[in-house]
């Protein structure tokens, strides 16, 4: 039994652990809240080396997990290793970051990584960024215009959108996971994809209610 599992077992008087143990346990445990909130919404969640393995609704734990449920703390500066290792195992299941404020809350994104595939510009339109970052994205034939009515770095068209699907924000080490998440509350108002250009990757993050999925 993990720590986390065993404080939730405590909660429900399954066990009993002395305060010391709890105090122990809950230390920089963030697995606990995303387990006790992710159990409380009647969902199958197992442990797992790499993070929590999360079943959704009318799936067997026979089967393989719907997802692996990554847990933050808001404030923390953001770190994608674990992440990112785990999208490019191209293992066919959801890759989930699970963001815990102080209080214990827990807020759920779902993370991809983006490819872009060539396209081309509009007639008539012109392409005038010339930030080495959006290189890729220009070469490739994308409109990439300022994010800054939007709150972030820039807002990017392929030759069929008329509005633009995505809004790309440039993501250092030295933010943490509160900006992350305003980043993606904004693009979610607005009925766009948030893209992190991070070192060498492009993430998208989408917030999600893991206990609303059904499959």
Known sequence: MTS???LYSN???DIILSNEEIN???ENNLEYYTYRDLKERGLIVKADEKGLRLYDRNTSTKSAASAIVYSY???NNIDFTKVIEELETNIDRRTQIAIIDNEGDVVYYIADLIQWPETKL???RENTN?????KELVDKGYQVNSGLKFGTHYRVYNYESEHAPWLIHITEKSHNWLDVARMIRVGHGVNKIIVLAYE??????KWTKPWELEF
Not at 200 to 205: E, M, Q
């Open 11 to 13: 909660d429900r008087k």
């Open 122 to 124: 509009k007639e008539g």
């Open 130 to 134: 010339d930030d080495p970052k959006m």
């Open 4 to 6: 986390y599992e065993a």
């Open 73 to 75: 703390n808001f404030q």
């Open 24 to 26: 122990d346990f809950k």
């Open 200 to 205: 060498k990757y492009w993430i998208s993050l």
